[in-house]
């Protein structure tokens, strides 16, 4: 559990130092908190302890680039899939609105990479409420944990 928090702290301190680093104004950034208790329906396989976060970097709002990476361990199972769903607020589900590719180069790591979908973009800038990630299990097809944008 600590080796996660301090993945995430030096994850969260990297992004923030290249956003400070960076010529371009950083247009938004959401660190999102995940846990399995806000997973609709609940996976009874999971516990309090099974925990995430995912960070998105919207690099250009016009086009709708966004780079991301999502960072959770010791989820029940394999990891399968991780996406972005919405519209739904908070308690609700919805469809899948943008997949996120799996990647298993680096500990804790379950997905990272670059998407472009300007109307998610416009979408979650309007309502970042509408809009949550979440992370899938063999253990947990509906989802084992996730995090409204806001």
């Keep these: ?13 990297a992004l923030a130092m290249t956003a400070a680093a960076s010529s371009q104004p950083l247009s938004r950034t959401f660190a999102i ?8 329906p609940l996976c009874a396989a999971t516990d309090n302890g099974d925990r995430g976060v ?10 709708g680039i966004v780079e991301y990476k999502v960072i959770a361990t010791a989820l029940p ?15 609700g589900s919805a469809g899948v609105v943008q997949p996120l590719d799996l ?3 680096q500990v804790g790591v ?8 300007p109307a998610l973009v416009a979408a979650a ?8 990630v979440n992370v899938h299990t063999t253990t947990c097809p ?5 995090g409204q944008f806001a």
């Design 103 to 105: 990647t298993g180069s």
């Design 125 to 132: 800038l309007e309502r970042p409420d509408l809009y949550y």
């Design 33 to 40: 908190p995940m846990t399995s208790a806000e997973e609709v």
């Design 77 to 91: 199972g394999t990891v399968v899939a991780a996406h972005i769903h919405g519209p739904a607020p908070a308690g």
């Design 1 to 13: 559990m600590t080796r996660l928090y301090v993945l995430i702290v030096g994850v969260v301190a």
């Design 142 to 146: 509906a989802g084992a944990v996730r």
């Design 54 to 63: 995912a960070l998105f970097k919207i690099v250009d709002v016009e086009a």
């Design 110 to 117: 379950v997905v990272a990479g670059t998407f472009t979908n």
